[in-house]
């Protein structure tokens, strides 16, 4: 893990950039973080945007920032396919297709199928990759939790028992090999969900929270579309990762 630039933040936050192999990525660290032979080392919550999405994207690190001004370590990167990395012709192939089939209004499951599952199947190893890289610099420590896109989540959750909690996104398609790998999650589970999401079928969402293994989940349902979840969650967040990672 090479690190490219750094910068202190007004919340005492510590941001920096990094590059791992070929994976661009963020971390964001509280000041309480700092190596010292007194300090504990900060929980890590790995946060993963929705699929095309840049690790910069504006929503996801006001999410970083406040977590780690409340004393956690948050790390994000650019899977395969997201942000400012290539993408494949397959890839862009299925996304043209997806917009010409949302135009007419034809079924788009199986187009969805056709690139995020592969694009589950490659985020995975380097999400993996990266928490090792992690979990070995001064002044971050396990338990590790997950915070973001519902797909990747549950194939790590499944993949990596190092993570001990997840919170999860109800938007967004999750292909049919993570639907039925959701049977097999058992870690702590917040699920979020905008009950009027214009690109996510509210059953669907409510049958996979049915599906999850987990003995202890929880539902947070709110009004509103794809975007709109309140930042309120973004604090009762963190206070699901209190309890299982602090």
Not at 36 to 47: E, H, K, N, Q
Not at 82 to 90: E, I, T
Not at 170 to 187: C, H, K, L, M, S
Not at 198 to 211: F, W
Request: net charge negative; aromatic share 8%; glycine share 10%.
């Amino acid at each position: 893990m090479r690190f490219t630039s750094e910068a202190r933040l007004d919340d005492g936050v510590l941001e920096r950039e990094f590059i791992l192999g070929e994976t661009p990525g963020t971390l964001w660290t509280p000041a309480s973080a700092a190596p010292a032979a007194s300090a504990a080392p900060a929980p890590l919550i790995l946060m993963a945007h929705n699929n095309g999405l840049p690790k910069g994207e504006a929503r996801l690190v006001a999410r970083a920032r406040r977590s780690a001004a409340h004393g956690y370590a948050v790390a994000t990167i650019d899977a395969p396919g997201c942000g400012d990395r290539p993408r494949s012709a397959a890839d862009e192939q299925a996304r043209a297709d997806l917009r010409r089939a949302m135009r007419a209004g034809e079924p788009v499951d199986e187009i969805f199928e056709s690139f995020i599952g592969p694009l589950v199947e490659s985020a995975v190893p380097e999400w993996r990759t990266t928490l090792d890289a992690l979990l070995s610099l001064p002044g971050i420590g396990g338990p590790v939790g997950y915070s973001g896109w519902t797909a990747v989540g549950i194939r790590l959750a499944v993949a990596e028992p190092r993570i001990a909690a997840a919170g999860l996104f109800a938007g967004g398609y999750v292909p049919r090999a993570q639907r039925e790998e959701a049977r097999q999650v058992t870690i702590p589970l917040l699920f979020l969900l905008q009950w009027d999401d214009e690109g996510n079928p509210r059953q669907r969402a409510l049958d996979l929270y049915d599906a999850f293994g987990s003995k202890e989940k929880t539902l947070h349902a709110n009004m509103g579309g794809h975007t709109g979840t309140p930042w309120f969650e973004v604090e009762d967040g963190n206070r699901f990762f209190a309890r299982h990672l602090k």
